[in-house]
Nanobody
């Protein structure tokens, strides 16, 4: 069965860094589209980054561009989200998402949580000032 498991969340001070991991099982991440989303209580789910696992490219939301970096490790069937210069507004539950097909334009699917078919349970990131 397809399963996505996030890890690496925690509580940090503003300006510090965290690296999130998403371990995939039941499918090969490199043959699928992968992404990162986040959601704070009372707010809509927000797309953070798209990982074009078949081509090696990435796409980021304006709110994190220049601070966050998504990557993949095919040997470990895992995708990552390196988060630098964290801000209090980055506080949220972070989710890994996947769909068993090639990615569509990142500008579109990063805005459409419904496009994705597989989700992890999330890992909490809390940034204090």
């Amino acid at each position: 069965q397809v399963q996505l498991v996030e890890s690496g969340g925690g509580s940090v001070q503003a300006g510090e860094s965290l690296r999130l991991s998403c371990a995939a099982s039941g499918f090969t991440a490199s043959n699928n589209c992968m992404g990162w989303f986040r959601q704070a209580p009372g707010k809509e789910r927000e797309g953070v980054a798209i990982v074009y696992t078949r081509g090696g490219g990435t796409y980021y939301s304006d709110s994190v561009k220049g601070r966050f970096t998504a990557s993949q490790d095919n040997a470990k069937n895992t995708v990552y989200l390196q988060m630098n210069s964290l801000k209090p507004e980055d506080t949220a539950m972070y989710y890994c998402a996947a769909r068993a097909r090639q990615c569509e334009y990142g500008v579109n699917i990063i805005r459409l949580p419904g496009w994705w078919t597989y989700w992890g349970q999330g890992t909490q990131v809390t940034v204090s000032s």
